[in-house]
């Protein structure tokens, strides 16, 4: 149990420094890109290049951690997050923007996914959402800091220095990884011969649900994060004010992880899932009624509450799923599917506020995740159930 702290420990402080490093940008980096002379296209294409990357490369890092070991992945991945942090502020182009963000996104194919595949390994049959959602907490409170820091530090003392504070993070991260964490060796499916192919996992129906709902909850979370910086200066709200109200959306998911996690373990998964995708969905449709600083901030509140209510119960159940297919496996699986809305949100929208407007980016966002939502729970409510009662009857 000592070790299994010591793990949970050095990749909780690892995780916190590199997403704080991530949200440190994140309200910064649309407006960047808009100054390099970005349309709402070339935004969108910048952050789906990251998404994309991760995308294609995550399947193929947590298969190979599954059977070679994951801390070299998670090793390299951190400092390459720390030198690609220098390559922001570099960019002197739409296109060299977009080529540093492709590159950070396959950096970030190794990091989390793989230290959440750690976790999930140490995670006791009946507990996976509890000990899940606890992980999780060092992801949310660390990208929900950095909007307020960045916008903190961009008010101070300028667009660079956010870019300086995500290198120096990176860099403290995989210092602490390299000196403390142990290698958890290769780790394959207990009491599976075979490995089940990657075309197999994704036609599992159970897993199929699991990653239709989280990529839905991307496509939601990636139209708020994108287009909510670029919408709010329409209303007079200055970038600092923008950092706050993500911090508090971002917050909301880390406060009510742990005890969603344990209600996700008493067999409420699956409602849970419906709940908090109809309702994070559905906020996105207050924002183009926004007109002030508040109106904004009650509606990316309402979409923290609403992702907080889904995601420890898509954990619990990526990490049951976990152990028949292999914990890294299954992780990627559900990160490639957050990558696959995260590189939708901002294509749609960018198209969207290109032919339209911005406030139609939101009302559409919100009209087909709540549509979505409810033909996904239709087509799979039955598969997802059935893994949730295996679990918590093993």
Known sequence: MKGDNRIFEVLFISVFAAMLGLGIIGPLLPIYAENLGATGLWIGIIFSGFAAARAVFMPIVGRISDESGRKKFIV???????????GYVTAGSVYSLTAVRFLHGIASAMVVPIAMAYIGDLSKRGEEGEHMAKFQVSFFLGLGSGPLLGGVLNDAFGFASAFYAMAALSALAFLVVVV????????????????ITLRGIY?????????????LNAVVRGILLVFMPLYAPKISVVPGQVGLILTVSIFLMAIFQIPMGRMADRGKATTMILVGSLVSAASLALIPAAD??????????????????????????TVKLGKEI?????????????????????????????????????????????????????????????????????
Not at 76 to 86: I, N, T
Not at 203 to 215: D, M, Q
């Open 292 to 317: 002030s600083f508040w109106d904004l901030f009650i509606a990316a509140s309402a979409n923290g509450i609403g992702s907080a209510c889904m995601v420890p119960a898509l954990m619990a159940l």
């Open 326 to 394: 292999g914990m890294g496996t299954s992780m990627s699986a559900y990160n490639t599917a957050m990558s696959v809305g995260m590189v939708t949100a901002p294509l749609l929208g960018g198209v969207v506020m290109d032919v339209s407007s911005i406030r139609s980016v939101f009302l559409l966002g919100g009209a087909l995740g709540v549509g979505a939502t409810a033909l996904v729970y239709l087509s799979t409510r039955r598969s997802l159930s059935s893994v949730e009662a295996e679990g918590s009857s093993s």
């Open 76 to 86: 390299f991945g951190l400092f390459a997050y720390a030198v690609l942090s220098l």
């Open 203 to 215: 036609s599992h129906p159970a897993i199929f649900g699991v990653l239709a709902f989280t990529a």
């Open 180 to 195: 403390f964490l142990p290698e958890a060796g290769g780790i394959s499916p207990s009491g599976r011969e075979e490995r």
